[in-house]
């Protein structure tokens, strides 16, 4: 079974305006970690955002926030009033147990394009 | 500037040899991986290494092997026992503490040709 699974293989947005990226996560772990990449087209991985399993507040930083729903295992980003430069594709990883961070295991991920 | 740099950018092999990419990191991380991505597909763990000397297998080493015998470099050799080789492969490190983040380098596309 995934264990991160992004349903949205493309997404478009206007420029301006926010969208959402959606993760949902399988584990029986108590303690992981979920994280979010970016990755434009040069293929580099850019680290945006990070929710731990006992963190109580949603994660921000800037204009992405993490929607952390525990309950239905979901860890939505959403990206406010998006650039032409967030143009790119988007990894949703979780991190299990007591794992190094980079021991993750990634979703597929999802393509946003940003409309002028 | 701290960072991860991986070479080469592009790399060509002909079927039957080996070949080995480079993965150097000055951020002073214990820990550093090797990430294998299929177009349009997500990462997928070939090998990691928590300290110098030790190393560990992901989820997809067969055909691949690793050293770890200076903190700042973590080499990668395809050989020839990986039957189909052409992909982008990303190399990354990290503190070690669990919920820190990877750095990831830029990446080096390897086509078999």
């Known amino acids: 079974a995934q264990k991160i699974t992004q349903t949205q293989p493309g997404m478009f947005v206007q420029e301006k305006e926010a969208v959402t990226l959606d993760c949902t996560y399988d584990t029986s772990d108590q303690s992981y970690g979920l994280f979010w990449y970016k990755q434009p087209s040069s293929g580099e991985m850019i680290f945006l955002i990070y929710?731990?399993?006992?963190?109580?507040q949603n994660a921000t930083e800037g204009r992405y926030s993490l929607n952390f729903q525990k309950a239905r295992k979901s860890a939505n980003l959403v990206i406010s009033a998006s650039q032409l430069g967030d143009s790119a594709m988007y990894f949703c990883a979780m991190r299990e147990g007591k794992t190094n961070a980079g021991k993750s295991t990634f979703g597929d991920g999802t393509t946003l394009t940003v409309k002028p | 500037d701290g960072g991860i740099t991986q070479s080469p950018k592009y790399l060509f092999r002909k079927e039957g040899q080996n070949v080995t990419l480079s993965c150097e990191q000055n951020?002073?991380?214990?820990?550093m991986y090797w990430y294998r991505q299929d177009p349009g597909q997500g990462l997928r763990l070939i090998y990691y290494?928590?300290?110098?000397?030790?190393?560990q297998k992901g989820d997809i080493a067969e055909g691949y092997s690793v050293s770890r015998e200076k903190k700042e470099s973590f080499p990668l050799t395809v050989t020839s026992a990986q039957k189909n080789p052409t992909a982008f492969y990303l190399c990354?490190?990290?503190?070690?503490?669990?919920?820190?983040?990877?750095?990831f380098g830029q990446g080096t596309r390897l086509t078999v040709v």
């Open positions: 990354a490190s990290s503190w070690g503490p669990s919920n820190t983040e990877a750095f």
């Open positions: 290494s928590q300290i110098v000397n030790d190393f």
């Open positions: 929710q731990g399993s006992y963190d109580e």
């Open positions: 951020l002073n991380h214990d820990a």
